[in-house]
């Protein structure tokens, strides 16, 4: 098997509006892959009312489990006498109807869990154990409303979105972007040598940052443009050496001998995507890291590319990007 070469007019187009934003001049950037640590440690809860729960917990215990167990959600209710055990380690939290019995025992939730009183509401954050859920975090008494089905990072980023299925030339990709960043300052389509993607210029969402860049972009590659001869199943190695080619021709400018550390990571719902980070410094020399995920498919693979200066106050949509990453499907 060989590989088509890259046009590249797509490379240039890429790095032109990457460029775009590499004009100021910051200070040293520490070097921490943010989107890998995010992804592997902070998780999504996906909102869900207690009796509903219950519900699907009592009414189909096989079904309850397949679809429920070792899943992330949040849900809301109320404390009452006795809900609390001796040793804090459970609680029992009620919905109109019935309970769920939430295990407290983790260091982080238990002093909490000695706060709670009869008549507290709780906002409970955490993953699915059997027909207990593990708690990862508590709220008492929330001054917000978390909205049912909806996604939410803790305590209330809550994931608004909009999803788009027009990346791959037939429709079978989908991902969902927050509302924020579907603005005419924020997002761009992108067309060339038949490979369909979107930028995301980040620092564009209100409140703006013009000093730091912080982009996200999405592409979806077909192995029939890129291989030669196409092959009807490609191995895990065929992929990766088609993705170090993609984030070769990206960077443009490297060495015959540059190498692509290309290794797994598993997302939040037990999927294995490819992922690759370095630094990159281009002509105005400043360091950058580039965060490249792949998720591939039988005809291609989604690729995903998060960029920033690595300073504390240039990464602020770093929990967003995450959710777009982990919405993909293909």
Excluded at 234 to 253: S, T
């Amino acid at each position: 098997m060989s590989f088509k070469g890259f046009v590249k007019k797509f490379t240039a187009c890429l790095l032109a509006l990457v460029i775009v934003l590499f004009n100021t001049s910051v200070g040293a950037a520490e070097k921490t892959a943010r989107l890998r640590s995010c992804l592997e440690t902070v998780h999504m809860y996906q909102v869900f009312p207690i009796d509903f729960i219950t519900s699907m917990a009592a009414g189909s215990p096989s079904r309850f489990k397949s679809n429920y167990d070792d899943r992330y959600l949040a849900f809301t209710g109320q404390v009452k006498f006795g809900s609390v055990s001796d040793n804090r380690k459970s609680v029992k939290v009620y919905g109109a109807d019935h309970y769920i019995e939430v295990d407290t025992s983790e260091q982080q939730v238990i002093n909490i869990a000695g706060l709670l009183k009869p008549g507290d509401y709780v906002t409970v954050y955490g993953q699915v154990d059997g027909k207990e859920v593990d708690a990862e975090y508590l709220y008492i008494n929330p001054d917000f409303e978390l909205p049912s089905l909806r996604y939410v990072f803790y305590p209330n980023l809550v994931m608004e979105d909009e999803t788009i299925t027009d990346l791959a030339p037939d429709g079978h990709v989908s991902f969902s972007i927050p509302k924020e960043w579907k603005d005419q300052y924020v997002m761009g389509r992108l067309t060339n040598n038949g490979v369909n993607g979107y930028q995301f210029f980040l620092n564009a969402i209100c409140p703006q940052n013009l000093t730091y860049p912080e982009n996200f972009y999405i592409f979806y590659f077909t192995y029939d443009t890129y291989l030669y001869p196409v092959k009807k199943n490609p191995d895990k190695y065929d992929v990766r050496d088609i993705e170090g080619l993609v984030i070769k021709n990206i960077m443009e400018v490297v060495s015959a001998d540059f190498k692509t550390d290309i290794q797994g990571v598993e997302l939040q719902d037990g999927t294995d995507v490819d992922y690759c980070t370095m630094m990159y410094k281009p002509k105005d020399g400043n360091t950058y890291i580039l965060e490249f995920v792949f998720k591939p498919d039988t005809t291609g693979f989604v690729c995903m590319l998060y960029l920033y200066y690595p300073n504390d106050g240039a990464v602020s949509h770093i929990r967003e990007a995450a959710y777009v990453v982990n919405s993909v499907k293909n």
